[in-house]
């Protein structure tokens, strides 16, 4: 059979050569550091959070951060333990009604537990305001967006500006609803309870200072003078003694100085009148009680601070609040709610907190005075008791009321006070 000729326009094809072998390598940025950063900081079980979580959570943490400067060592544990307890109320998680109860009186112990704690320094002063006038909103937790009554561009507000904010970002990401997504609501309360976590142990009901420091030393003295061969002849009673000393040891640690003098004995005891390294859990304790030292005697700037500045700061805003309502007739309900809520606190800190000047003496006897009396009249024995009302009135009042007023002046006059001035 004959065959056809191969026709000479016809190419072989060029054989198959394999393509290179190339590998694509990710490496992260800046911006992809910083979020598996943000990431490692959550707990396990949000590993995978969502840029909302991440962002709420850096927001309380940044709260935390500046109420850890700013309020005193007592409000400070009582603040993260309400911030906790008021974001639990408003997860949105199905759960019986006696749980929902349960939490809800878990917050109101929390909050009472905050306003218990008399305020030391100005950031405790404004806390306090804030959460009483969110308090009289009647809505749980809620933001105030800078709406509170309270002055606002006073001084010592950037926490709870700052705390404002937290929340009403909190709630934005829930739709701005009363309740918050378990994801989100895990996420702004994490920080909280790490932060509740580091807190140092309080000290043991019943063990005040000195006994705790002398407890420590006893102990001592008892295990330095069993024989040297003790260990070896009492095996089981030297480890009885050895417990004993730690046990002490560890009371003492978490003794409350109440002045520098003891706050240096606590140090000697810490660190064996310098011997030895100061662990990590007891040079925490030593910050908080520096802080809360020096809060009680300076201002943040190191400069003299006067002693009962809480009283006085609570008596003054008594005292505006009081000028301003006076003679107003056309607040809504919701207005007298939030108005007396401010007084409630502003007397709580006067009449729970102990005075140790005579200016804090007269501002917590003027309020007993206007108080006690109950008439129009008496009122201006806070607001101003130069104005002819109040003289009027003092001559119809009965002899012991002129008496304790006449004590109140005699007082000023002795201490320098005027009592028509904004101190006391």
């Given amino acids: 059979m004959a065959t056809l000729p191969i026709d000479p326009t016809f190419a072989r094809q060029a054989p198959y050569t394999s393509k290179p072998n190339i590998r694509v390598v990710f490496l992260p940025g800046p911006a992809q550091t910083a979020m598996a950063g943000e990431l490692a900081k959550l707990p396990a079980e949000t590993q995978e959070a969502t840029l909302e979580e991440l962002e709420i959570a850096a927001l309380a943490r940044d709260v935390i951060a500046l109420a850890k400067t700013r309020l005193s060592t007592a409000i400070y544990p009582a603040f993260l333990r309400w911030a906790d307890a008021a974001f639990l109320c408003h997860i949105s998680d199905d759960i019986p009604d006696e749980e929902n109860e349960r939490r809800l009186a878990a917050a109101d112990e929390a909050l009472n537990a905050v ?11 404004t806390l306090k305001t804030y959460l009483a006038e969110v308090e009289a909103k009647r809505e749980g937790l809620i933001s105030l967006d800078g709406n509170g009554s309270f002055n606002w561009s006073a001084d010592n507000v950037e926490l709870v500006r700052k705390l404002d904010a937290f929340v009403d970002k ?26 509740i976590a580091e807190l ?17 030393h006893l ?19 030297y480890e009885i003694e050895a417990d004993l000393v730690c046990d002490a040891s560890e009371i003492a640690d978490k003794a409350v100085p109440t002045s520098w003098t003891e706050y240096l004995e606590l140090l000697d005891h810490m660190s064996c009148k310098g011997q030895m390294f100061v662990t990590k859990e007891n040079a925490a304790r030593l910050r908080c009680h520096a802080d809360r030292l020096l809060s009680v005697a300076t201002n943040g700037d190191g400069s003299f601070m006067q ?40 007397e709580h800190t006067l009449t729970e907190t102990r005075a140790t000047t005579i200016e804090g003496v007269i501002a917590k006897m003027r309020l007993a005075f206007g108080r006690l009396n109950q008439a129009a009249w008496s009122d ?10 109040f003289r009027e009135g003092l001559q119809t009042a009965d002899p012991f009321e002129r008496m304790a007023w006449g004590a109140i002046e005699d ?11 904004a101190r006391a």
């Fill in 200 to 216: 140092p142990e309080p000290a043991p009901v019943g063990s005040d200072f000195r006994s705790a420091l002398d407890g420590s």
């Fill in 411 to 421: 007082l000023a006059r002795i201490g320098g006070v005027n009592l028509s001035e």
């Fill in 380 to 389: 201006h024995a806070l607001m101003d008791p130069a104005i002819a009302e």
């Fill in 219 to 237: 102990a001592n003295q008892r295990f330095n003078s069993l024989p040297k061969d003790y260990e070896d002849t009492h095996p089981a009673e």
């Fill in 115 to 125: 306003h218990a704690v008399s305020s030391v320094t100005g950031s405790d002063y």
């Fill in 307 to 346: 002693a009962d500045q809480n009283i006085l700061a609570a008596f003054n805003g008594l005292r505006r609040e009081m000028r301003e309502s006076y003679d107003r007739d056309d607040m809504t309900p919701a207005e007298e709610d939030t108005y007396f809520a401010r007084l409630n606190a502003y």
């Fill in 170 to 195: 909190a709630f934005d990401l829930g739709d701005n609803s009363c309740c918050l997504s378990v994801p989100i609501c895990n996420a702004a309360r994490q920080p909280f309870l790490d932060a």
